[in-house]
């Protein structure tokens, strides 16, 4: 999984193409320091054309993901309802896809990636960047968020998280050797309870911090969930995002339908 990816998509809903340039720059240095070896001109040449393109990828998933998210949601926060989930969602696998698309061949061309693992360097990049985008952009985009109570919650809500992380530190070490299916069960009531009673940024942050205990635990090869591999890791943690981003778009309607009907019968 790739932050980066989350953040460069969020900046590009806020600021727009004009942050490009950095994007580029930023994915080129990251790529080029990651394999350059200065062998030979030629291999220099290569590594060049690589990040270079490492980092157009990035900047044309970003760009036309945003254009599509503003485009069919109007708004660069995409989260309050279900249909912007799903344009919001759509978005993070087109990023995802073009990165992919742009970044992986290039390593093969330049004898950085054999063929036989040419599909499997595919999923990985494409399904990591685009897992990146659904579980940290939200939390990034909410925290750009006016509340009129912001300040209110403010206390309970870090009070709640600490607890919430508190929670999931004790079962992450007392299931480690127990199925998913219990794991999860324990889990399910807490996850509930965030996304019915919680303000939205706490179940946002609740999300990237879920995801990097499981990234955590499975690195440690002694995880609470236990996971084969990475395809595997990530695709666990695409489910989870989407059921909290769809499920809280789904609270944040109800909330709002409430409170017009409330204006009206008022």
Do not use: H
């Amino acid at each position: 999984m790739w932050l980066q990816s989350a953040l460069i998509l969020t900046a590009n809903l806020f600021r727009g193409p004009k942050i490009s340039p950095g994007i580029f720059i930023g994915a080129f240095l990251g790529n080029i320091s990651a394999y350059f070896t200065g062998e030979s001109t030629r291999i220099i040449i290569l590594d060049f054309f690589s990040a270079a393109c490492n980092g157009a990828g990035d900047v044309i998933g970003c760009l036309v993901s945003s254009y599509l998210i503003k485009k069919r949601t109007n708004t660069a926060i995409p989260l309050f309802n279900t249909q912007d989930v799903f344009i919001f969602l759509l978005g993070a696998i087109v990023a995802g896809g073009i990165s992919a698309l742009l970044g992986v061949p290039p390593l093969w061309l330049t004898g950085r990636l054999d063929g036989n693992g040419l599909m499997l360097a595919f999923s990985t990049w494409f399904i990591g960047d685009t897992v990146s985008i659904m579980v940290f952009a939200p939390m990034l985009l909410v925290l750009t968020k006016e509340t009129k109570n912001i300040q209110k919650q403010n206390k309970s809500n870090i009070l709640f998280s600490i607890s919430v992380f508190f929670l999931l530190g004790v079962v992450s070490i007392a299931m480690a050797n127990e199925p998913i299916e219990i794991a999860l069960l324990l889990l399910a009531p807490v996850l509930i309870l965030v996304i019915l009673n919680i303000n939205e940024r706490v179940s946002y942050f609740f999300l990237s911090g879920l995801c990097v205990i499981a990234i955590i635990k499975a690195m440690t090869g002694n995880p609470a969930i236990p996971i084969d591999g990475i395809l595997e890791l990530q695709v666990f943690l695409a489910i989870i995002a989407m059921t909290i981003l769809f499920t809280q778009g789904l609270v944040i309607e109800r909330s709002r339908a409430t409170e017009a009907l409330s204006k009206i019968q008022g």
